[in-house]
């Protein structure tokens, strides 16, 4: 069974920037297509990037620009860069894995807290 631990949340002033780390176990992070999504207070959870098996990355097109996702087999490890962080982006964000385009999003984390704030 996959399991996936986010980490790397934390609160950061607006214009700041953090790092989103998403460890696997029990599965390689490089077999699968992993994702990043979010759900702020009162909304639904919402897609924020993800990175293909072949390393291909696509983002939500309000985010395009202000973050990055990457991946370290080494590792294990899916990351999500953020700059320039506006209020708007405080979410808990998780991160998922699915086996192709058609595929559920399945063994989500517990989350990572991410508030932007001064």
């Known amino acids: 069974q996959v399991q996936l631990v986010e980490s790397g949340g934390g609160l950061v002033q607006p214009g700041g920037s953090l790092r989103l780390s998403c460890t696997a176990s029990g599965g390689r992070v490089s077999m699968y297509t992993m994702g990043w999504h979010r759900e702020s207070p009162g909304k639904q959870r919402t897609f924020v990037a993800r990175i293909t098996s072949g390393g291909v990355a696509v983002y939500a097109d309000s985010l395009k620009g202000r973050v990055t996702i990457s991946r370290d087999n080494a590792k294990n490890t899916v990351y999500l860069q953020m700059d320039a962080l506006p209020p708007e982006d405080t979410a808990v964000y998780f991160c998922?894995?699915?086996?192709?385009?058609?595929?559920?999003?399945?063994?989500w984390g517990q989350g990572t807290q991410v508030t932007v704030s001064s």
């Open positions: 998922a894995r699915r086996s192709g385009s058609l595929a559920p999003w399945v063994n």
